[in-house]
């Protein structure tokens, strides 16, 4: 039935329009987006328009959403899948938003094979065929993330199962030349965590590949240039794995 979701997404496109004055109130909020040319703008808003439409967007505990909320969400969460398309994010329909961090239960097992119940406190959390959840305060105020582009990374990489680092790659992508690229930079930022060195990634990065490729995804769009310098094989297999190469666009 894809025919008729396109079909529909073309009429809805053609007779709706996200407006002038929030559009752009919204994107200059967001410094990472310059550079797009006209018609990258104009994909991502209308991409963006039809998040809005296809994915349920509440707030919890009392959040309420308006328009500039739910448009800045849309506009991160399809920076991503610009050049990929929005079918990326099929399965599932829902995005959460607390307005500050929340609590999940945790289980996890240790190398001895003993479960660790535990309540840990996040700013994001994407669920396999579930929904995307996250902290608005963490959205709007934290320096040194992206939570959404975050989150919206491990629902592309949970497109083939576990967010373990290795989503779907395009046809003429090599998946030997990922899996070893990203396995070089995660165990070096692991031995740099482990030692106790200043790390420019967040250290929460090594907790796994899957959290390392949404890190490394976040640092990618909003740092191309420090990203690149610092892991440029890293950067490569990202730039052709989004289709989009984010360090040439902000040097501009």
């Not at 610009?82 to 097992?109: A, C, K, M, N």
């Not at 994407?126 to 963490?138: F, Y």
């Not at 995660?186 to 990065?205: I, M, N």
């Not at 949404?214 to 990203?227: D, K, L, Q």
Request: contains cysteine.
């Amino acid at each position: 039935m894809g025919w008729l979701r396109n079909w529909r997404r073309r009429r809805l496109l053609a007779q709706h329009r996200v407006e002038d004055a929030l559009w752009r109130a919204v994107t200059r909020s967001l410094p990472f987006l310059q550079g797009l040319s006209r018609d990258d703008l104009e994909r991502l808003r209308a991409l963006s328009l039809l998040l809005l439409v296809e994915k349920d967007i509440s707030g919890a505990r009392g959040l309420a959403l308006d328009d500039a909320m739910r448009l800045s969400i849309a506009v991160q969460a399809c920076l991503p899948v610009l050049h990929l398309g929005l079918d990326r994010y099929d399965l599932w329909s829902e995005i959460v938003v607390h307005p500050g961090d929340f609590r999940v239960r945790v289980s996890e097992t240790d190398e001895q094979g003993v479960v660790h119940e535990f309540d840990d406190e996040r700013a994001g959390e994407s669920w396999q065929g579930g929904p995307v959840v996250l902290s608005w305060d963490a959205a709007r105020n934290a320096p040194d993330m992206n939570v959404v582009i975050h989150e919206f990374a491990h629902k592309l990489d949970m497109a083939n199962g576990e967010a373990d680092g290795m989503p779907p790659l395009h046809s003429g992508m090599d998946r030997r030349a990922w899996a070893e690229v990203f396995r070089v930079a995660y165990e070096g930022f692991c031995d740099a965590v482990d030692r106790d060195k200043d790390t420019w990634l967040d250290p929460y990065a090594a907790h796994s590949p899957g959290e390392f490729f949404a890190v490394m995804s976040e640092r990618f769009f909003t740092e191309p240039a420090e990203t690149r310098r610092r892991y440029p094989d890293v950067y490569e297999q990202l730039k052709r794995f989004y289709r989009q190469d984010p360090a040439v666009r902000l040097a501009t």
